[in-house]
């Protein structure tokens, strides 16, 4: 198996709290990515790095922000958190962006 | 932008059925193509690849081939098993950044 970690992998905050979730990867991979999967949405991409310091935004983005400062780790983070940000969040990590993408547990985030 | 459009589930099927889950894109350039199956409570794995047109992917018996005059990439499997039941993802992936449909649920019956 791919070494992704994500944490924490599950988690319950309040409306309006800053929230930061990790994805951790030991394979060296350039290119790291957040999703969103939501009922009937499939998987949205939030945000993805292409390496460090190297982030752009995915199709939902509004609300969230990432950081990368090693090759290693990508940060996802919910600045001040609403109820449609009620989801399950997934890392996936790539060499080169064309290849297989390798996905980590998930993430599930309830905001109450 | 570029964009992937599955059939809507769920699809329910008899084992050893014929299975296709129909799949088209929109993209700038020529996307390498994916599918992607996740079982319950676990994250995605990829199913299969193509990376240039007229490309065949398979793997475990499900086939799908890069067609760039239709945009599609419809994923088909010739005798299905009740463990195929699982969530199916099409995507594409141009310039690093990786997208995917909504998904389709299937589910076979013994």
């Known amino acids: 198996d791919a070494g992704i970690t994500q944490s924490p992998r599950h988690k319950v905050t309040e409306t309006g709290t800053p929230v930061t979730l990790r994805c951790h990867q030991t394979e060296n991979h350039r290119y790291m990515y957040w999703y969103r999967q939501d009922p009937g949405h499939g998987l949205r991409l939030i945000h993805y790095?292409?390496?460090?310091?190297?982030?752009d935004k995915g199709e939902v983005s509004d609300g969230y922000s990432v950081s990368r400062s090693k090759t290693e780790d990508f940060l996802l983070t919910l600045e001040s958190a609403t109820s449609s940000q009620t989801s399950v969040y997934f890392c996936?990590?790539?060499?080169?962006?064309?290849?297989?993408?390798?996905f980590g547990q998930g993430t599930r985030l309830t905001v109450v | 932008g570029n964009s992937v459009t599955q059939m809507e589930g769920p699809v329910t099927l008899s084992e050893e059925a014929f299975l296709t889950i129909n799949c088209t894109y929109t993209?700038?350039?020529?996307?390498?193509l994916f599918w992607y199956v996740q079982y319950p409570g676990e994250g995605l794995q990829l199913l299969l690849k193509a990376t240039k047109a007229d490309d065949k992917g398979s793997n475990k018996g499900f086939e799908a081939t890069y067609r760039k005059e239709t945009t599609s990439f419809h994923l088909e499997k010739g005798s299905v098993q009740v463990s195929d039941s699982a969530v199916y993802f099409c995507?594409?992936?141009?310039?690093?950044?990786?997208?995917f449909g909504q998904g389709t649920e299937l589910s076979v019956k013994p």
């Open positions: 996936a990590i790539s060499d080169t962006g064309n290849t297989e993408a390798f």
């Open positions: 790095s292409y390496g460090v310091k190297d982030t």
């Open positions: 995507a594409l992936s141009w310039g690093g950044k990786l997208i």
């Open positions: 993209a700038t350039g020529y996307p390498s």
